[in-house]
């Protein structure tokens, strides 16, 4: 089955400086690649997605970047504010076969005021 | 918020008993999958329901088991329940197996096992 590992598990930046957050992924055939925001003791909700046949999706201060020969995503957070404060999580899919997301295990970002 | 709703909030269990937990999923979504979210880890995929069938199951055992009714509510079964499967439980709702898109999830039940 799928594996995804993220890097960094901790994150600290200060606040208005940018944050970047590293997914890789085992199996060739995802290709559908979620990030979902987790604040304490909240459901996981989706800030960005890219799908396979994308090389970077932005929204506003957030970015998602996708390189499918070397099997990894990107999520680039610039300007933080305190409120980006959370644990991130990726996902990676196969949507054609079920679309079941195999998370990471999480990067918690901390927004220094 | 998303319009998928998850009971019971909590729930303290003991070794070796069984429990039932319920999701209802957004109007509209046919599809409904379960995760379990152990303390300071991401989801793991247990299994996923679409349109009352299995489709789809994580490496999970036998133990974990779940059913989808007509509404396209779900519910996770856990028989013989072990101090590991202590976690919060999230469902989350879609509108399709096959459709690449966000996947709404509900607020987890946190099952705590003694």
């Known amino acids: 089955g799928e594996n995804v590992e993220q890097h960094p598990s901790t994150l600290s930046v200060q606040e208005g400086d940018s944050a970047v957050i590293k997914c890789t992924y085992s199996?060739?055939?995802?290709?559908?690649f979620p990030w979902y925001k987790q604040e304490l003791g909240k459901r996981p909700q989706l800030i960005i997605d890219?799908?396979?046949?994308?090389g970077e999706k932005k929204d506003q201060r957030i970015a998602v970047t996708l390189n499918k020969t070397a099997k990894h995503f990107s999520l680039h957070i610039t300007e933080t504010q305190p409120e980006d404060s959370a644990v991130y999580f990726c996902a990676a899919s196969t949507f054609d076969t079920g679309n079941q997301f195999y998370f990471g295990t999480g990067t918690s970002l901390t927004v220094i005021p | 918020e998303t319009g998928v709703t998850q009971s019971p909030t909590h729930l303290i269990k003991t070794r070796g008993q069984q429990v039932t937990l319920r999701c209802s999923s957004q109007s509209g979504h046919n599809t409904v999958s379960w995760y379990q979210q152990a303390l300071g880890q991401g989801p793991q995929f247990i299994f996923q329901y679409y349109r009352e069938e299995e489709n789809g199951r994580g490496n999970f055992p036998p133990r974990f088991s779940g059913l989808q009714f007509p509404n396209y509510s779900s519910e996770l079964n856990v028989n013989a329940l072990e101090l590991d499967d202590s976690a919060l439980y999230l469902c989350?709702?879609?509108?399709?197996?096959?459709?690449?898109?966000?996947?709404?999830f509900g607020p987890g039940t946190r099952l705590t096992v003694l």
């Open positions: 199996d060739s055939a995802s290709n559908y």
């Open positions: 890219i799908r396979s046949n994308v």
């Open positions: 989350a709702s879609s509108f399709g197996p096959r459709l690449a898109g966000e996947q709404f």
